[in-house]
């Protein structure tokens, strides 16, 4: 059997979108899986849709997820060029051929005749007028500098069919295409023709895409038929959907991987949720690294409906892997938001970190979890109440003082150290240590939910803030 080899062909419209990267990544598992070549392909032939640096955005997400393409534009490979405009020569010599082989035509019409081939309900199809050409014909209206185009030469009648490997056999009617344009007036191919032509060249032997293409696909072997090209094997990917009606959407913006990186989501979580998003190993497994994903990637897991993209998923996943990092590796992601956070240069970054890292999914969540800490301001008095540890803003205005009294001599205000100082008092006070420990996290934090308990916030802020911040409380209880 040929060795295999997949591709991803994006178009350089924009930033990396988590559906493309999805189609990347199950061509780049099945090609791993299988022993054969991920190729990159840039599809870059509709020039007014191309956004500058789209291309190296396209490059860096691959690399960053770990997408590692056997040949593409910037590493080469035996298959070039590997960018579609610079392939312009290659598609008008085939374009010629399938002329030749009754497989399209030369068309003259003028937009005006096009446009008077509208229906009343706004549909077009074209009606094959240019075909009555003669030889002759097209070749005095080529010479005469005439524009045209070159359109495919699709069957009136018939079915077609072919079988894709997850949605079975699927049937088109001709009538139902149209004789789409193959090479554009200024010698560019579409997509209908370039993805043919580069799919075979490039030897490409499963074609792994959006089901969006499921029934233009048949336009396609028409193609492969004429030429005598053997076809590729189909691989077509479920929609991913935003809710339960929306699709999610490169145009809108929807899902774009710098986005995700930005507010603090790690690579491998991303790419992680990004595969379950229409596939499931065997074994329902969800935390995959992209080796384990190789390992047991297979199509049957491929599921035909649809996948919501589920933010919430993501951050659950996200907080995974963020508490499966070491502490080192952790403090360096965290840093940047460290930095943002309002307690840069007050507190110790690193004291903090130790805090949040168990306690945080997503790291651009840092500064908002703990800007609060920079200083303390008014709250609400009602947070001393907990029926558990009998606490309330009375129990908080006696005990309160005793706290301070007893922080004030320890000598080294490390966590251990007021954990057991303060521990061994509830007994004298005759009160339960859960509340002294809530009353003392209130006084210094004045939050409900805070990452890390009394003596730990206690420990980072430092003595003198400690008691100065109990002092405040105080003087509002
Ligand atoms: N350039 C096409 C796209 O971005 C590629 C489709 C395909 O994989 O054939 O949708």
Same mark, same amino acid.
């Given at each position: 059997?040929?060795?295999?080899?997949?591709?991803?062909?994006?178009? /350089?419209?924009?930033?990396?979108?988590?559906? $493309?990267?999805?189609?990347?990544? !199950?061509?780049?598992?099945?090609?791993?899986?299988?022993?054969?070549?991920?190729?990159?392909?840039?599809?870059?032939?509709?020039?007014?849709?191309?956004?500058?640096?789209?291309?190296?955005?396209?490059?860096?997400?691959?690399?960053?997820?770990?997408?590692? +393409? *056997?040949?593409?534009?910037?590493?080469?490979?035996?298959?070039? /060029?590997?960018?579609?405009?610079?392939?312009?020569?290659?598609?008008?010599?085939?374009?010629?051929?399938?002329?030749?082989?009754?497989?399209? !035509?030369?068309?003259?019409?003028?937009?005006?005749?096009?446009?008077?081939?509208?229906?009343?309900?706004?549909?077009?199809?074209? *009606?094959?007028?240019?075909?009555?050409?003669?030889?002759?014909? &097209?070749?005095?209206?080529?010479?005469?500098?005439?524009?045209?185009?070159?359109?495919?030469?699709?069957?009136?009648?018939?079915?077609?069919?072919? *079988?894709?490997?997850? +949605?079975?056999?699927?049937?088109?009617?001709?009538?139902?295409?149209? @004789?789409?344009?193959?090479?554009?007036?200024?010698?560019?191919?579409?997509?209908?023709?370039?993805? &043919?032509?580069?799919?075979?060249?490039?030897?490409?032997?499963?074609?792994?895409?959006?089901?969006? +293409?499921?029934?233009?696909?048949?336009?396609?072997?028409?193609?492969?038929?004429?030429?005598?090209?053997?076809?590729?094997?189909?691989?077509?990917?479920?929609?991913?959907?935003?809710?339960?009606?929306?699709?999610?959407?490169?145009?809108?913006?929807?899902?774009?991987?710098?986005?995700?990186?930005?507010?603090?989501?790690?690579?491998?979580?991303?790419?992680?949720?990004?595969? =379950?998003?229409?596939?499931?190993?065997?074994?329902?497994?969800?935390?995959?690294?992209?080796?384990?994903?190789? @390992?047991?990637?297979?199509?049957?897991?491929?599921?035909?409906?649809?996948?919501?993209?589920?933010?919430?998923?993501?951050?659950?996943? %996200?907080?995974?892997?963020?508490?499966?990092?070491?502490?080192?590796?952790? !403090?360096?992601?965290?840093?940047?938001?460290?930095?943002?956070?309002?307690?840069?240069?007050?507190?110790?970054?690193?004291?903090?970190?130790?805090?949040?890292?168990?306690? &945080?999914?997503?790291?651009?969540?840092?500064?908002?979890?703990?800007?609060?800490?920079?200083?303390?301001?008014? !709250?609400?008095?009602?947070?001393?109440?907990?029926?558990? %540890?009998?606490?309330?803003?009375?129990?908080?205005?006696?005990?309160?003082?005793?706290?301070?009294?007893?922080?004030?001599?320890?000598?080294?205000?490390? %966590?251990? #150290?007021?954990?057991?100082?303060?521990?061994?008092?509830?007994?004298?006070?005759?009160?339960?240590?859960?509340?002294?420990?809530?009353? =003392?996290?209130?006084?210094?934090?004045?939050?409900?939910?805070?990452? $890390?308990?009394?003596?730990?916030?206690?420990?980072?802020?430092?003595?003198?803030? #400690?008691?100065?911040?109990? *002092?405040?409380?105080?003087?509002?209880?």
């Amino acid at each position: 059997m040929a060795k295999v080899r997949t591709r991803f062909a994006p178009s /350089p419209t924009g930033f990396m979108h988590l559906g $493309g990267l999805r189609t990347a990544l !199950y061509a780049f598992l099945y090609a791993k899986a299988n022993g054969g070549d991920f190729v990159l392909r840039i599809e870059d032939t509709d020039q007014q849709r191309f956004v500058e640096g789209a291309v190296d955005l396209i490059y860096s997400s691959l690399l960053e997820s770990g997408l590692k +393409y *056997d040949e593409g534009p910037d590493i080469g490979g035996n298959y070039g /060029p590997y960018v579609q405009s610079e392939r312009k020569e290659i598609y008008a010599e085939y374009a010629k051929k399938l002329i030749d082989l009754g497989g399209a !035509y030369y068309c003259f019409c003028s937009k005006e005749r096009l446009e008077s081939l509208t229906d009343e309900n706004g549909n077009r199809k074209y *009606d094959k007028h240019c075909l009555k050409l003669s030889k002759e014909e &097209v070749e005095t209206k080529i010479k005469a500098g005439e524009p045209y185009v070159i359109r495919q030469n699709i069957p009136t009648e018939g079915m077609s069919s072919y *079988d894709d490997l997850i +949605y079975g056999t699927i049937e088109v009617d001709y009538k139902e295409l149209e @004789d789409n344009i193959l090479i554009k007036s200024d010698g560019m191919p579409t997509y209908n023709f370039a993805n &043919v032509i580069d799919d075979h060249l490039m030897g490409i032997t499963h074609v792994i895409r959006g089901t969006e +293409y499921l029934s233009s696909t048949p336009k396609y072997n028409l193609m492969y038929d004429a030429f005598g090209w053997e076809r590729p094997v189909y691989i077509h990917l479920p929609t991913i959907m935003k809710d339960a009606t929306r699709k999610l959407s490169k145009r809108y913006g929807d899902a774009n991987f710098d986005d995700f990186v930005n507010k603090g989501y790690l690579k491998e979580a991303i790419i992680n949720y990004v595969a =379950l998003l229409g596939w499931a190993p065997k074994d329902n497994r969800e935390k995959m690294t992209l080796q384990e994903m190789i @390992d047991c990637f297979s199509l049957d897991g491929i599921s035909k409906s649809p996948s919501i993209f589920d933010e919430v998923k993501l951050r659950w996943l %996200n907080g995974e892997y963020i508490k499966a990092l070491t502490f080192e590796e952790f !403090y360096s992601l965290a840093r940047p938001f460290l930095e943002k956070s309002k307690v840069n240069g007050i507190f110790d970054l690193e004291k903090i970190a130790k805090l949040l890292h168990n306690r &945080v999914d997503v790291l651009g969540e840092i500064p908002e979890k703990i800007d609060w800490l920079a200083n303390l301001e008014t !709250y609400d008095l009602a947070l001393f109440d907990n029926k558990k %540890n009998k606490t309330n803003a009375e129990v908080a205005k006696t005990l309160l003082p005793k706290i301070k009294e007893v922080l004030s001599s320890v000598e080294s205000f490390d %966590n251990d #150290t007021l954990f057991a100082t303060l521990s061994e008092k509830a007994g004298e006070w005759e009160v339960k240590s859960g509340a002294i420990f809530w009353v =003392l996290r209130i006084a210094i934090t004045g939050q409900g939910v805070t990452p $890390g308990g009394a003596t730990e916030i206690a420990s980072l802020i430092g003595k003198d803030e #400690t008691l100065k911040r109990i *002092d405040f409380s105080l003087s509002i209880l």
